[in-house]
């Protein structure tokens, strides 16, 4: 986390002098800076948006996520804010609608919406797959459930772009560890595949989970499993792949590998092979 400054409470204090302020730091936005050499995280820049109103706004979006620990947030996308009156910059987004007492919490003093809140605007504001992906990330990170963020749909039933929410909650999941993960299962679902599980648990004779398949059908024993750029790179873990696969192919499993590649430029393959491999596994369907 970067330390942030108030330039007229720094000043002030004389811990910084107005040279120091020039040349050691740069401006965020009015009265709030960061040190020159500081790359500025997602949470970052939602700070230093809470600290421009005065530390009296309620992050939102995001910005929220952010703060709530949610992953794979972009890390150049405008702060966002609700419950101020200031007049903002164009680098800081103000959103108008109504926050409810009860979807607002704190975070390390900063206040912000809550999960369920923070995940109702998420899959308002962006385009459907990355509402989705958002989303998912909002539930993977603090375990709410996706009737919490349904509850307050239904309670801002004409909000914009109420639709698309509910689109969006047809199919959000907390099972996905990354957003490639979730384009992964919209891939699957938007041809016609079942629902596949996230997270499927495979158990050892004595009952215990010793391994996990990212997503698939576990009535046919198919699963499908994203690999990162570490699977192909890093020794150890490849090494731990091949046994890894070797392990849930004794046990009856067909496995349906995909990589980054895959995803951006053969997603047909992904389709045929999964297909197959249900086929195979005697889905009729």
């Known amino acids: 986390?970067?330390?942030?400054?108030?330039?007229?409470?720094?000043?002030?204090a004389g811990t910084v002098t107005r040279r120091e302020l020039r040349?050691?730091?740069?401006?965020?936005?009015?009265?709030v800076y960061a040190p020159?050499?500081?790359?500025?995280?997602?949470?970052?820049?939602?700070?230093?948006?809470?600290?421009?109103?005065?530390?009296?706004?309620?992050?939102?979006g995001t910005s929220a996520a952010a703060l709530l620990g949610v992953r794979?947030?972009?890390?150049?996308?405008?702060?966002?804010?609700?419950?101020?009156?200031?007049r903002h910059p164009s680098g800081i987004v103000v959103h108008s609608g109504a926050v409810d007492d009860d979807?607002?919490?704190?975070?390390?003093?900063?206040?912000?919406?809550?999960?369920?809140?923070?995940?109702?605007?998420?899959?308002?504001?962006?385009?459907?797959?990355?509402?989705?992906i958002r989303v998912d990330s909002v539930l993977a990170a603090t375990g709410i459930t996706v009737d919490e963020i349904a509850e307050i749909a239904r309670r801002n039933p004409g909000a914009r772009h109420i639709r698309r929410l509910r689109r969006v909650l047809t199919i959000a999941d907390g099972g996905a560890e990354s957003p490639q993960e979730t384009r992964l299962r919209l891939l699957l679902v938007r041809q016609g595949f079942p629902r596949p599980i996230t997270q499927i648990p495979i158990r050892n004779a004595q009952g215990r989970i010793v391994r996990r398949i990212d997503l698939g059908w576990p009535q046919w024993?198919?699963?499908?499993?994203?690999?990162?750029?570490q699977h192909w790179t890093d020794a150890a873990q490849h090494a731990g792949d091949i046994d890894r696969l070797e392990f849930l192919a004794h046990l009856g499993w067909r496995i349906v590998r995909v990589s980054s590649s895959h995803l951006k430029f053969d997603r047909?393959?992904?389709?045929?092979?999964?297909?197959?491999?249900?086929?195979?596994?005697?889905?009729?369907?």
């Not at 024993?221 to 750029?229: N, S, T």
């Open 103 to 132: 979807e607002v919490c704190t975070v390390r003093g900063i206040t912000c919406t809550t999960a369920a809140r923070t995940a109702y605007d998420l899959g308002r504001y962006n385009p459907f797959t990355i509402g989705v």
């Open 72 to 86: 794979w947030l972009p890390s150049d996308s405008p702060p966002e804010l609700v419950r101020t009156q200031h």
């Open 268 to 285: 047909a393959g992904i389709v045929r092979r999964a297909r197959t491999a249900l086929k195979d596994a005697g889905f009729d369907g």
């Open 36 to 60: 020159r050499e500081a790359t500025l995280t997602a949470a970052d820049r939602a700070i230093a948006a809470w600290m421009w109103s005065g530390r009296t706004a309620t992050l939102a």
């Open 221 to 229: 024993k198919v699963g499908i499993e994203y690999d990162g750029a």
């Open 1 to 12: 986390m970067v330390k942030l400054i108030m330039a007229d409470e720094a000043l002030a």
């Open 23 to 31: 040349s050691r730091f740069v401006k965020i936005h009015r009265n």
